[in-house]
């Protein structure tokens, strides 16, 4: 074997050991999908998810299209305020039957972290975190 070829088979095999993924776990992509719609706020208490909140929390309750069995209960939402780019997390732990697929009604205190209660109505963005996330 020439050197040249030497030097070509050495350096294949050093790159595709460093592409190998970590630990030898496969990687795992979510794929995100962003939701637009309308944003209210409600009085929370005993949700659809089985606890039981303050208007203090930072709670979401989602469509009932989208809420389903309650698999996205517990699960972090990132929503943004389309108008002044205002953004927050909150959690999913209520249903809301009288939303449209993409709309959220939300705690008072997540509400007035994207704008002023007396709006009553945003427009918003929003998409749920990876099961596995945590507030910054």
Known sequence: MSPIMFLIFALTLVCSALASPINGAAATLEKRVTHTGRGTWFDVGL?????????????VAISSQIYGNGNNCEQYMHITNTANGKSAWGKVRDECPGCGASDIDMSPSLFQELGSLDTGVLQVSWHFENKAFQLP
Request: glycine residues 16%; hydrophobic residues 25%.
């Open 47 to 59: 949700g659809a998810c089985g606890k039981t909140n303050v208007n203090s929390d930072k709670i």
